[in-house]
């Protein structure tokens, strides 16, 4: 493939090209299939920016309850009366001449009572809590057949290697198809063209349609995003991009996506997105992820990229007269810069769900953003509907391929997930492994080596025990098999506690259990630069040990693991300690100070709760898992409720209010407009809030207000500098990189008990380091990244070896006497790496 896919072009030009043409002079040249073409730019790559104004309703909808869905039993259609939310005039779909929200129930409303072909229930609630709707259609199912249905498609993930054989299976299960739509808000076509489509199946008389219709069953989430979908915004009431939370999970409307497909267990699966214009088809460049089956994902994902960009050329849409350029398949037609290696995406997590084909599709003409305010209505609204139209010719091409390919298609999901159940080893991509694609490389080629198991030990530490109960509850949500060892057992040299979980790697979904297990890989010598993440481990970031067996699963009596045991304790006597290690523990502290509890600090960073609180103390034990165990300690300073002014991305601001601070969202702007220094205690600065632009008034109200500050990368690092609080010097590395790195933690009451692991974007270090400046923690020796992607820069500096041995984080006091912490690490990137969360709260409560 290297020569034949072209080089990049430059970021500029691409993002010229990327969905804003209207019509071209005459004479522009369209690239050819053999040319250099632009390098596709996503929107929303790298750190994330802008300051987090996300309301608190939003993070208590997510943080709430894991699954409201309301489904219903039987056989199909199974008909819901939805609810039909009130007019809301300043839906931003509206000026496009799209869908409104309140508009769509009444359509789904009305299509139920068209025919018996179509099927909605309420598969979850919004951050902003609004309803999120999966529609089936299908032909009729008595309960019987549905019953039928279920068993078929339990023995096909459970029992592969009967399913294979099984002609009942062949002649009788009806594919999964999903189609999901709008996940990015203000991307909204996808929606309409799915009603359209979902209309179209209802009322068609044709053969062609009832037999796709018996053979199939097509699932539809008619907006996965209903808060962006109205306010016009990429994220949800959150501030999440919903399109970045898997592997984790943190939004209601992204675990409702996961139970779909842990539910219905697509073979095929669309994502429709915009804007990049030609219409953007996957699969992907490399770098591939390496836990896929590949070679049965790429047959699949190759072919039917090939009928949607044949239906989507077939438009008759042209650069001179529509603006349009042919579609693109980015593993054809590009070298680099739009991978499938973190499962963060919709489309790359469904394979590991069963997908054999799931694709990106982004149609081509911009209307969002800058192009929503400035272009005329009516060009807006011509652009959407070529869009429109481009997705649902890409969701009737996918059906068509399905329908044709159906018994193959099938085929090979049971295959991947008998390969899984067997532990056999993946095969290489190879044009003789993977016949009908042409132009298959050595860079495409990514497998690796799956352990024999996982143990989670059990007993080694509250702290662990708390983070090993989180761990494992959330690899059983997301379908991964777990036992619990009944007794005592030793393996590869090592003893275990009864009640440890394992993860024998002989399972269907080993490809989920091992990207979530993993430590990752370093993937920097593969690939110039990474659109996003490149390295995650929920194995080494959320606190828990996890250790590999390479040779053999043990041999012990265990129970199947449906929820993980209750880790929760109080010392029933004397005063009580809590580690202060966890989220969950910093929960219970702020909890217990909201309450009025005096709890006292230790010199290791833990808290001390007087024995009179005792029954407060259980309460959060049941509630949240932590242990509160007998001390003597008296403690060295007192602790009280921290009030943080949070200049800091929506991932922090959500973990900050996970972890229980009464956080107050600020940004240069509410700094400028007037701020009231005395409601806080602490300043946490990491996006949103230059010093520079700060006025003198509001650069003078902030340096009398003795407020400590806690700074996190490059913008609290100038922050500090500018504002002269602590004397070090910031040091910038790859502002590409990112991934999972080996640290040293100092000990005391930032880093007391941290993991030896945390993740960087954009990783920072600290030199030049003042009188009275403390290292909390430093880079690992050597080369400190574990898994990701990080290189030096274009001059040779700001490479890993570069941060190797330097300060990651450091602390001390202001010439005022402010406590100040500053971050060159992501402890709270995304909400992801919770076992690293503790450092941002440990730091706050630093006054």
């Known amino acids: 493939?290297?020569?034949?896919?072209?080089?990049?072009?430059?970021?500029?030009?691409?993002?010229?090209?990327?969905?804003?043409?209207?019509?071209?002079?005459?004479?522009?040249?369209?690239?050819?299939?053999?040319?250099?073409?632009?390098?596709?730019?996503?929107?929303?790559?790298?750190?994330?920016?802008?300051?987090?104004?996300?309301?608190?309703?939003?993070?208590?909808?997510?943080?709430?309850?894991?699954?409201?869905?309301?489904?219903?039993?039987?056989?199909?259609?199974?008909?819901?009366?939805?609810?039909?939310?009130?007019?809301?005039?300043?839906?931003?779909?509206?000026?496009?001449?799209?869908?409104?929200?309140?508009?769509?129930?009444?359509?789904?409303?009305?299509?139920?009572?068209?025919?018996?072909?179509?099927?909605?229930?309420?598969?979850?609630?919004?951050?902003?809590?609004?309803?999120?709707?999966?529609?089936?259609?299908?032909?009729?199912?008595?309960?019987?057949?549905?019953?039928?249905?279920e068993r078929m498609r339990e023995r096909i993930e459970n029992a592969p290697a009967a399913a294979a054989g099984d002609p009942r299976i062949r002649s009788a299960y009806k594919t999964p198809v999903f189609i999901n739509n709008n996940i990015h808000g203000n991307e909204w076509e996808g929606t309409d063209a799915a009603l359209k489509l979902m209309e179209d199946l209802a009322t068609a008389k044709d053969e062609r349609t009832a037999d796709l219709l018996e053979k199939n069953r097509i699932y539809l989430n008619v907006t996965a995003n209903p808060d962006g979908r109205v306010a016009g915004t990429r994220a949800n009431a959150g501030g999440f991009d919903l399109n970045r939370d898997f592997i984790t999970a943190t939004q209601p409307e992204t675990r409702a996506i996961r139970q779909i497909a842990i539910d219905k267990q697509p073979a095929v699966m669309l994502d429709l997105h915009g804007y990049v214009n030609g219409t953007l088809i996957e699969p992907t460049t490399p770098p591939h992820g390496e836990n896929y089956e590949y070679d049965l994902f790429l047959k699949n994902a190759y072919a039917n990229a090939l009928g949607m960009e044949k239906a989507v050329n077939g438009l008759g849409y042209t650069v001179e007269k529509d603006g349009v350029r042919p579609a693109v398949i980015p593993f054809r037609d590009e070298k680099e810069g739009w991978d499938d290696w973190p499962p963060i995406f919709t489309p790359q997590y469904m394979p590991f769900q069963g997908a054999v084909a799931s694709h990106t599709i982004e149609f081509p003409m911009q209307v969002n953003n800058r192009s929503y305010d400035t272009l005329p209505t009516a060009e807006l609204r011509r652009r959407a509907a070529v869009n429109t139209a481009i997705a649902g010719a890409a969701m009737r091409a996918t059906l068509d391929y399905t329908h044709e390919h159906r018994t193959s298609v099938l085929a090979d999901q049971i295959e991947t997930f008998r390969r899984g159940a067997a532990g056999e080893a993946q095969r290489p991509v190879s044009e003789k492994t993977v016949p009908g694609v042409p132009g298959i490389g050595p860079e495409d080629v990514y497998t690796t080596t799956f352990p024999r198991a996982y143990v989670i030990p059990a007993g080694r530490s509250q702290r662990l025990a708390v983070a090993a109960g989180r761990l494992v509850d959330h690899l059983v949500a997301n379908d991964v098999r777990v036992e619990q060892a009944r007794k005592p057992f030793r393996l590869e040299g090592r003893s275990y506690p009864a009640g440890s979980y394992v993860v024998d790697m002989h399972q269907p979904k080993r490809g989920l259990a091992n990207v979530i297990l993993a430590e990752g890989r370093d993937i920097s010598a593969d690939v110039s630069v990474m659109y996003d993440i490149s390295g995650w481990s929920l194995g080494l970031l959320w606190g828990a040990t996890v250790d590999r067996s390479v040779s053999a699963a043990p041999r012990v009596p265990t129970r199947t693991v449906h929820a993980a045991s209750p880790t929760g304790r109080v010392a029933p006597r004397g005063d009580l300690r809590l580690r202060l290690a966890d989220p969950k523990e910093m929960a219970a502290l702020n909890s217990l100070l909201a309450q009025g509890v005096p709890v006292r600090r230790t010199a290791d960073g833990s808290a001390v709760v007087p024995g009179s609180a005792r029954g407060a103390a259980r309460v959060l034990a049941d509630r949240l898992g932590v242990a509160f165990e007998a001390t003597k300690e008296k403690g060295t300073a007192a602790l009280h409720r921290t009030r943080v002014a949070a200049a800091v991305t929506p991932g922090e601001l959500f973990g900050l209010r996970e972890m229980g601070f009464a956080v107050v969202p600020v940004s240069t702007e509410t700094l400028n407009a007037g701020f009231d220094w005395s409601t806080v205690d602490v300043l946490y600065v990491s996006s949103g809030l230059d010093h520079a632009r700060l006025t003198p008034a509001a650069r003078a109200a902030f340096g009398a207000s003795g407020v400590g500050v806690v700074g996190l990368g490059e913008q609290g690092a100038a922050f500090n500098a500018a504002a002269s609080l602590l004397d070090v010097t910031a040091v910038a590395g790859n502002g590409d990189a990112n991934g999972v790195v080996r640290v040293t933690n100092a000990g005391g009451t930032i880093t007391g008990g941290a993991p030896a692991h945390t993740f960087v974007y954009s990783p920072g270090w600290f030199t030049g380091l003042g009188s009275g400046v403390r290292v909390e923690q430093s880079y690992g020796s050597g080369n400190p990244l574990v898994s990701g992607h990080w290189r030096a820069a274009e001059d040779g500096k700001g490479g890993p070896e570069d941060a190797a041995g330097r300060a990651s984080v450091v602390s001390g006091e202001s010439k005022a006497g402010a406590p100040v912490v500053l971050f060159g690490t992501e402890p709270m990137f995304r909400a992801h790496p919770k076992g690293v969360f503790a450092q941002i709260g440990r730091a706050l409560l630093t006054r």
């Open 1 to 149: 493939m290297g020569s034949s896919r072209p080089l990049l072009i430059t970021a500029t030009l691409a993002a010229t090209l990327a969905g804003t043409l209207l019509v071209p002079p005459a004479a522009t040249a369209v690239p050819g299939r053999d040319e250099p073409r632009p390098h596709p730019v996503r929107e929303g790559g790298g750190r994330d920016t802008g300051a987090a104004t996300a309301p608190a309703s939003a993070a208590a909808n997510a943080l709430g309850t894991a699954s409201d869905r309301h489904t219903r039993t039987g056989g199909y259609p199974r008909e819901t009366t939805l609810d039909v939310p009130p007019v809301n005039p300043d839906d931003k779909s509206i000026k496009l001449g799209l869908a409104p929200y309140h508009a769509i129930a009444p359509r789904l409303n009305a299509l139920q009572k068209m025919g018996d072909r179509v099927s909605v229930e309420v598969a979850g609630h919004s951050a902003g809590g609004r309803e999120l709707y999966l529609v089936t259609v299908t032909a009729p199912e008595s309960a019987d057949e549905a019953r039928e249905q």
